[in-house]
């Protein structure tokens, strides 16, 4: 951008304002003594100044037509507000038509004034077209209403003019009349066509930052899993996205799109599912997403439209931090290769990858080589990053070798919609300023036309969206500038003297060089594309893995963590964390310590695979930690091919035999098919006990020696019971003689007694006992052993 570009044909001369100057001076210096005369010159200026900043704010919320032609009526309405502590009586609100600016830096200069400034601001027309307000108290505020025909304005030559609507009035601490408030805006004022108009190009980015996950639902359609549901409070109406939607439809701009944005949307159209704390729940906003893909489908059916790299890819931080990590451009490759066919896809247009855009625009050479490393031909600069020193404003494209094309945006017009423009009054501000600075260019070489590029910033709030919306509305009518697609831009003829060189690397901003992510991050990308390199090998089917986890790495190098370095680690944990998980759903079961006895034996080792779908080409390998010892399968190590299904396990079975007795340490280690580790180790230990000839027979003489024992003690107890079978025979024999015996006495005695109650009291004298108590058969025990006739008590 031209910092000192004259505008030709524009003011009066020189001459003629060093003129006017010196008689305001003139007259204005004897009020300011009369009203200050305790203060010299400088000390009267700088009280001026004080008692003219900031006692009454004055807003200015809208002015129209923003570009007045012979013939309108210009309208501006407001406010005054009183911010002092005294009441502003006698008050007038005028509005102000200051000359022609004579360069861009002119109205940047005029952009950043704060506080009235004698000579410097114009007069105000005064008369008719001023609004009287007799008194405003403190804190109070006003409306205005200023309407002013064109004709009156004295805008007779097209050009950009000084515009300033002032309060004027005095206070019971000064009561004098004295300007206590102003505010300052651009009247862009060509009534006709200019012969050279310069060529627009304005991009309108759809761009987000990061919403989904790597985790998907174990069902067949991987549900996705969003990390939260932010995106649909900016598709839905009112949001920012929905807002560049609706308003880039009929705008002509140039649409500069994230596939990933796309992405995230079209899986919100579809079931999805959002993280709330540690658990998921199911996402709402179908209807919403479908709507948003549904219009922006139509907006572009017929425009140019520019996919960046998927997930938009910090180049910066690619160029400066990742560059040397070993397969971080590969990433980049991917990126930009995913664009294409996401765009197509969803959009069903056809989309140009041939444009890399890094942040702010600020490149170097690292950069510039990084950015066209995946094929991209242009890269979209900056003019505050690409400096020139000419007298006005170059074409944007510059051709910088190798087949490489800068396109090199311009600085003043691309942050124009920066900051907050929720307040009225800052958007009209905006707007005013941006048409000033878009004819400024224009009339810099009027017969020369050039291209200039607009980039404005990546993620435009929904006001900043509206604001942009209304000063391009400002161009429509094309009196200095026509509308051409970045495409256009990119071929268009370049200015031979703009610098073609590409600015070093110590130009780089250090606060956008803090702001990139550090090589820790790229090195944690790595392992993460490393371990799901090794983990898609055994999959039986890895389309389930590798897409969610490929997007989520291009996501965790996008330009939207910047300022966000916290947020951006905590994902790529997440990813990494998340990976891991599922490649330790195939592991080995820990095993415990062994004993074999013998020269030979079957160990097992069991595999378990608790994913969802089969797993091949893995293979198990048992090694011993002394083959002297104990060998598996005759060596000191040996493998078998393991192929599990989904949710199952397998038992792998090896030989071992044994040479020599005492503890091995084996390991167990599943490999991939190129060898390569897969998961930790497990380790056990197999207690060898080898057993020789003579213990066998030691063994076998002790065992007969126990059945002869046996033998002989059955022997000894079948004898014993047969001779006390015959004693007992032999003893119930005698029972039944002596019974009968006593039988036959008794019936002898009977006939002897006649008495028979004499016979049992006689008895009953003779035994105090119990009258049903025998006799005892047996003679006192003792501790001899039982005869051969005895009866033993048991």
């Given at each position: 951008m031209a910092e000192a570009a004259a505008i030709q044909g524009i003011g009066p001369s020189p001459a003629r304002r060093r003129l006017r100057r010196l008689i305001t001076l003139a007259f204005a210096a004897p009020l300011l003594a009369g009203f200050l005369p305790g203060l010299t010159a400088p000390e009267a200026q700088a009280a001026e100044s004080a008692s003219s900043t900031g006692s009454v704010d004055v807003s200015v919320d809208t002015l129209t037509p923003s570009a007045p032609v012979e013939g309108d009526t210009l309208t501006l309405t407001g406010s005054v507000t009183n911010k002092g502590k005294q009441a502003v009586t006698d008050a007038t609100v005028d509005l102000r038509v200051g000359p022609r600016m004579t360069s861009r830096s002119e109205i940047e200069d005029v952009s950043g004034r704060r506080g009235y400034r004698d000579g410097s601001d114009p007069y105000p027309l005064g008369g008719a077209y001023r609004v009287k307000i007799p008194k405003l108290g403190a804190g109070l505020s006003q409306d205005f209403t200023l309407s002013v025909p064109v004709s009156k304005l004295g805008v007779d030559d097209p050009g950009v003019y000084q515009l300033g609507v002032s309060l004027t009035g005095q206070t019971a601490g000064q009561p004098y009349s004295r300007v206590l408030g102003i505010e300052r805006t651009f009247l862009p004022y060509q009534p006709e066509e200019t012969e050279k108009k310069t060529q627009l190009t304005y991009l309108w980015p759809l761009i987000s930052t990061t919403h989904v996950s790597a985790e998907t639902g174990p069902d067949l359609q991987q549900t996705p899993v969003f990390e939260n549901d932010d995106l649909a409070a900016e598709i839905a109406p009112g949001g920012r996205l929905h807002e560049m939607v609706s308003l880039g439809t009929n705008l002509p701009v140039t649409w500069v799109i994230d596939p990933d944005l796309l992405a995230s949307v079209d899986a919100m159209a579809k079931p999805y599912r959002v993280k709330s704390g540690t658990t998921e729940v199911p996402g709402k906003n179908q209807n919403v997403a479908e709507e948003w893909l549904d219009s922006l489908e139509r907006a572009v059916q017929g425009k140019k439209v520019v996919a960046l790299p998927f997930a938009d890819p910090d180049l910066a931080s690619l160029a400066h931090r990742g560059k040397d990590v070993p397969g971080s451009l590969s990433h980049l490759q991917q990126a930009t290769a995913l664009a294409t066919t996401t765009v197509e896809t969803i959009l069903h247009v056809?989309?140009?990858?041939?444009?890399?855009?890094?942040?702010?625009?600020?490149?170097?050479?690292?950069?510039?080589?990084?950015?066209?490393?995946?094929?991209?031909?242009?890269?979209?600069?900056?003019?505050?990053?690409?400096?020139?020193?000419?007298?006005?404003?170059?074409?944007?494209?510059?051709?910088?070798?190798?087949?490489?094309?800068?396109?090199?945006?311009?600085?003043?017009?691309?942050?124009?919609?920066?900051?907050?423009?929720?307040?009225?009054?800052?958007?009209?501000?905006?707007?005013?300023?941006?048409?000033?600075?878009?004819?400024?260019?224009?009339?810099?070489?009027?017969?020369?036309q050039r291209s200039v590029v607009v980039a404005p910033q990546r993620m435009p709030t929904a006001a900043q969206a509206q604001t942009m919306a209304t000063a391009l509305q400002g161009l429509a009518p094309g009196r200095w500038t026509t509308p051409l697609d970045l495409m256009g831009a990119a071929v268009a003829p370049p200015d031979t003297d703009a610098s073609q060189q590409v600015p070093r690397g110590s130009a780089y901003p250090k606060k956008l060089r803090a702001q990139e992510l550090d090589a820790d991050a790229f090195k944690q990308m790595k392992r993460t594309r490393e371990e799901l390199d090794d983990f898609q090998v055994i999959l039986t089917a890895p389309d389930r893995v590798v897409p969610p986890f490929t997007n989520a790495i291009s996501r965790e190098m996008s330009t939207s963590w910047r300022g966000q370095a916290a947020s951006a680690s905590l994902y790529r944990q997440d990813v990494h964390q998340y990976l891991l998980s599922l490649t330790r759903e195939v592991q080995l079961i820990e095993k415990s310590d062994l004993t074999l006895s013998g020269r030979s034996a079957t160990i097992p080792v069991t595999v378990q695979n608790r994913l969802l779908q089969d797993v091949d080409d893995l293979k198990l390998r048992l090694t011993s930690s002394n083959k002297t010892r104990l060998q598996v399968d005759g060596e000191a190590w040996a493998e078998r091919p393991v192929k599990i299904e989904g949710g199952h396990s397998q038992s792998v079975k090896f030989p071992a035999s044994a040479n020599a007795n005492g503890p091995v340490t084996m390991t167990a280690q599943l490999y991939t098919a190129d060898n390569t580790p897969y998961g930790p180790p497990m380790q056990f230990t197999v207690k060898v006990s080898e057993i020789t000839p003579t213990v066998m027979l030691v063994i076998a003489g002790g065992v007969l020696l126990l059945v002869l024992a046996g033998v002989r003690m059955y022997s000894q107890r079948k004898r014993a019971a047969a001779r006390n079978a015959e004693a007992e025979a032999e003893a119930d024999a005698d029972a039944e003689e002596a019974e009968a015996g006593t039988d036959a006495e008794g019936e002898a005695e009977a006939d002897a007694d006649p008495d028979p109650e004499a016979s049992a009291e006689a008895s009953e004298d003779a035994d105090p006992g119990q009258p049903s108590d025998p006799t005892p058969d047996t003679g006192p025990e003792s501790g001899d052993p039982s005869g051969p006739g005895e009866k033993v008590d048991r």
């Open positions: 056809k989309p140009s990858t041939d444009f890399s855009w890094p942040v702010d625009g600020a490149v170097d050479p690292s950069i510039m080589s990084v950015a066209t490393s995946a094929g991209a031909h242009n890269v979209i600069a900056r003019s505050d990053s690409f400096r020139d020193d000419l007298p006005y404003t170059p074409t944007a494209a510059r051709p910088v070798g190798g087949g490489t094309t800068a396109i090199v945006s311009d600085a003043t017009l691309s942050t124009a919609f920066d900051g907050d423009l929720i307040r009225t009054e800052n958007s009209t501000l905006a707007v005013q300023s941006f048409l000033a600075q878009s004819l400024a260019v224009t009339l810099e070489r009027p017969e020369d």
